[in-house]
């Protein structure tokens, strides 16, 4: 066991220690974890509003079941995938703490990514169990797959665009170094978020011009597809194709990220005296 | 000559701006009495591309169509070389390029020409093994996890360097019993004062052991016994480990206490490279003397080293003298007389 563990890279043997202390810290923050999880209300604002417009009938195939499981659906994609590491790295970088993470032995962005592994498996342990609830109590468990194979594909979906919303974060974290308006992109990238991945009215809704630009984008491998594929709208044949497509887009993000940071590194100078 | 010859003579380079007239030498890389430096630094420059606008809305608006950039030399052919062991204080006045050759030593910033090593690594690599070698403190900064207790910093350092377990239980012991640390390392780092923070940074700043210290501003906030006691267990942490200790700070007890050689630079070049005293002596010559008479006046008297036999002699002989003590002048008035000395001197057209 020892032996096995000492011939790891050293990175890879410092991150049970690194996702230990990204737990401690989580649990640290835990009631301002609780309210931001709490303050997440948007599912539930726009899932009131399509009930309230589906009394009569559907729209483009959803009735009130389907979009009560959509968006319960939503939030828990949310949830474990969400990433808000952008505004760790924009403090440190105009801080100047960054550099105490850049004189260690151990990549900044391994860093990142391990507390960021914690933080989504701190909030997991609060939000499924409560999200599960809400799915049994408001009568939408029966609108979401059982099929091994999907739930499968399902869970890759989740992983997925983890890793991208975790790089696409850290990447405009990174414009850090080069620009001072960041967030501003930040803000812009959310914006985008909320209207083209999924997140506010299903891509279904949309008229197919908007539909079919929304899905050239990255953003439905963000957040909706794993959603589409746990409520049903794609079958095997369908969702695999769609995961290679978001392990496409996952490729290219880890590649964006690494390409800016190592010459945006170069770039920090004067911050922080 | 060997380098050491040169310290302990003081080695000043770009005399025209200072008062004294110390020899004129290139700086030498390698000091050939003790083999290459575990610092060595040649001819150095960093450059800074700095964006300049004017203030107002206009401005704010134009410089997005029409950037303008000038390049802000930090450092300026900027060489030295420090042997294994030596504990060298860096001095300069604000904006000097003190804290922008620290940054280009410990590998946060690129040169923009000439060379650096530390510890035989080039710095500008951050190749692993180099950065397991050094240390950067920087008082203004913590590394300390600030909603969880010290411990946890340690053991997640543990984990970046890679620290066996023996090891670690053995320095960590050894360091927190050095610094009087004890149950402090289990309280939240957000509960400790500034001195007890400041002390577990260094704590964790060496539980890899360092062979190379770089310290910005230690002790900074500090009151003076904390800086005392970080001032000794930086000493005894230099002796013990032979650990190579590059200090700036504006404190110049830390430099006095600490740094045997100091290297001064102004506007990112090499003003004085040499022996403390020895800087004293140059630009101050004057001891100072100070007189307590009988009847518990103290009188201070400047008084120049050639003089002060016969100054004494006549003092004493007036009578009236209860206590008389010669000193050197405080490193504080050393450093404003040289830094006031060179601004007046550029400001004569």
Known sequence: MSAARSSLPPWL???????????????????????????????????????????????????????????????????????????????????????????????????????????????????????????????????????????????????????????LSAAIGTLG???????????????????????????????????????????????????????????????????????????????????????????????GG | MGNRDLRASGRAVKPASVKYSPRVTSADPIDRDRGPGDIVVDHLVKEYRVHERASGLV?????????????????????????????????????????????????????????????????????REFLRTITLVMGQKQQLLWDLPPADTFAMNRAIYDIPRKEYDETLSELTTLLELDATVRRPTRQLSLGERMKCELVAALLHRPRVLFLDEPTIGLDVEMQAVLRRFVKEYNERFSATVLLTSHDMDDVTALCPRVIVIDKGCLTYDGDLRELARRVRPHKRVIVRTVDGKEETELVSQADLPRFIAQRLERGQVADLTVADPPLEEVMRELFATRAQKEAVP
């Open chain 1, 177 to 271: 170094l080069y620009i001072e308006s960041s967030v501003a992109v930040w803000d812009l990238w959310i914006g985008c978020f909320m209207i083209f991945s999924g997140y506010l009215l299903p891509i279904e809704l949309f008229p197919p011009w908007l539909a079919s630009a929304a899905r050239s984008m990255p953003f439905p491998y963000l957040q909706s597809l794993p959603v589409e594929i746990m409520t049903g709208r794609h079958d095997l044949a369908h969702a695999l194709p769609l995961l290679l497509r978001q392990a496409g887009w996952a490729a290219g993000s880890i590649a964006l990220l690494l390409l800016l940071w190592r010459r945006g590194v170069r770039r920090f100078a004067a911050y």
């Open chain 2, 59 to 127: 401005a704010a608006i134009g410089s997005l169509f029409r950037r303008r950039y000038t390049a802000r030399r930090a450092v300026d052919d900027l060489s030295f070389s420090i042997a294994r062991g030596e504990r060298v204080g860096f001095l300069g006045p604000n904006g000097a390029g003190k804290t922008t050759t620290l940054k280009v030593l410990s590998g946060l910033l690129h040169p923009t020409s000439g060379t650096v090593r530390v510890a035989g690594h080039e710095p500008r690599r951050r190749r």
């Open chain 1, 13 to 167: 043997r410092a991150a049970p220690a690194l996702l230990r202390i990204g737990l401690l810290e989580a649990f640290a923050y835990r009631a301002e974890f609780i309210v931001w999880m709490l303050s997440t209300t948007m599912p539930f604002i726009m899932l009131a509003l399509m009930s309230a417009v589906t009394r009569e009938g559907t729209i483009a195939g959803f009735d009130q079941p389907a979009f009560t499981a959509y968006y319960m659906a939503t939030l828990l994609v949310r949830h474990l995938t969400g990433s808000w590491v952008v505004w760790q790295m924009v403090m440190e970088i105009r801080q100047g703490t960054l550099a105490l993470k850049l004189v260690r032995p151990l990549h900044p962005l391994w860093f990142y990514f391990l507390e960021a592994v914690s933080t989504t498996f701190f909030r997991s342990l609060i939000s499924v169990p409560l999200i599960a609830l809400a799915f049994v109590l408001l009568g939408a468990g029966g609108s979401l797959v059982t099929d091994p194979a999907l739930l499968g594909c399902a869970a890759l979906g989740i992983a997925g665009a983890w890793i991208l919303n975790f790089t």
